[in-house]
């Protein structure tokens, strides 16, 4: 299954890959120059067709739980001073996609979409400690029954040059739903509560609406252990 971003990528791609080796067949008379277009052609289609892949993924909803947004590794785990939406302190989650990974940004928590906004930018590589503020980028805030308001960040790479986001203002979201799609590279930023527990470390790979990556801790629990 492919995602809907791609639809219009692949039938070109299609489109010029098989026009090539059309093409190598009937006007290029050397036979291993012949052949290696072909092929370098149809890895190209398989490039193509394996970024815009969109697996299944049946999300186990609780509001107890973040699941990771996205297919990745885990990049970045600190405590931050988030300026956009917050301006306080949160914990920063990263979570670096390379090319071959899904590049689908699924809602890591259900509730409702309190904030929404696209931010032009740069196009730094995803891993630089400034991409998060000047690539471009889409910034979401989804207010949750238990760990209030949580902000994730789809971010631009250095190859990617458009980011899908389809959370608007006011609607109600579940998680692991499909939230967006960013082409050709790229992070997502989490910024969560302080008072959360952080289930995932560094380079850690994680799966979208399958990972754990932060839990929510009771306040009250939490006060009657230090007893």
Not at 80 to 105: L, W
Not at 135 to 154: A, H, S
């Amino acid at each position: 299954m492919f995602h809907r971003e791609g639809q219009a990528i692949i039938l070109t791609t299609f489109f010029i890959i098989g026009a090539s080796v059309l093409a190598a067949q009937y006007f290029i008379d050397i036979p291993w120059l012949r052949l290696a277009i072909q092929i370098l052609a149809i890895v190209m289609l398989v490039l193509v067709l394996q970024f815009f892949r969109n697996p299944k993924r049946r999300a186990n909803k609780t509001f107890d739980e973040i699941l990771s947004p996205v297919d990745g590794k885990v990049v970045v785990i600190e405590e931050v001073e988030e300026k956009e939406y917050f301006n306080g302190k949160k914990r920063q989650v990263s979570i670096f996609m390379s090319p071959v990974n899904v590049h689908v940004t699924r809602y890591p928590a259900s509730g409702s979409i309190k904030y929404s906004k696209y931010h032009p930018g740069k196009y730094l590589v995803a891993w630089h400690p400034k991409s998060s503020e000047e690539n471009e980028r889409t910034t979401v805030v989804i207010g949750t029954p238990k760990f209030g308001d949580i902000l994730y960040r789809q971010i631009a790479g250095a190859v990617a040059r458009r980011i899908v986001n389809y959370a608007e203002i006011g609607e109600s979201v579940q998680q692991g739903d499909d939230a967006g799609f960013i082409k050709f590279g790229s992070r997502v930023d989490l910024f969560l509560p302080l008072d959360c527990q952080i289930n995932v470390q560094l380079n850690q790979k994680v799966k979208g609406a399958q990972t754990c990556i932060a839990t929510y801790v009771d306040p009250n629990e939490k006060e009657e252990a230090t007893y």
